[in-house]
Nanobody, 123 residues
Framework: QVQLVESGGGLVQAGGSLRLSCVASGRSFSGNTMGWFRQPPGKDRELVAGVTIGGSTKYSDSVKGRFTISRDNVKNTVYLQMNSLKPEDTAVYYC?????????????????WGQGTQVTVSS
């Protein structure tokens, strides 16, 4: 059974940092793109960042220069380092694994999801 478990969320002041982790179990995902999405209150889920099996990355414009995604294929883990956090970064953050090898923005391309972790940034 495939399971993705996120950790690292919490409450932080604006300008602070958090590091999210997501451990995948049940099978290896070394051949799949892994990504982080977020869903702010009352809004749709959106792609934050993705990383391919080769290490290529893609970020949403709102987090470029502040967030860094990385992966460890041996540990089946994907990370999201979030710096210079802003109140508008407040959301539930989800890790996801795609069915393919590109960074897709469409939620439908990600069959595997974690349960989500809350990130709250106070002003």
């Amino acid at each position: 059974q495939v399971q993705l478990v996120e950790s690292g969320g919490g409450l932080v002041q604006a300008g602070g940092s958090l590091r999210l982790s997501c451990v995948a179990s049940g099978r290896s995902f070394s051949g799949n793109t892994m990504g982080w999405f977020r869903q702010p209150p009352g809004k749709d889920r959106e792609l934050v960042a993705g990383v391919t099996i080769g290490g290529s990355t893609k970020y949403s414009d709102s987090v470029k220069g502040r967030f860094t995604i990385s992966r460890d294929n041996v540990k089946n883990t994907v990370y999201l380092q979030m710096n210079s956090l802003k109140p508008e970064d407040t959301a539930v953050y989800y890790c996801a694994v795609s069915r393919g090898y590109r960074v897709y923005a469409e939620i439908s391309e990600y069959p595997y999801w974690g349960q989500g972790t809350q990130v709250t940034v106070s002003s």
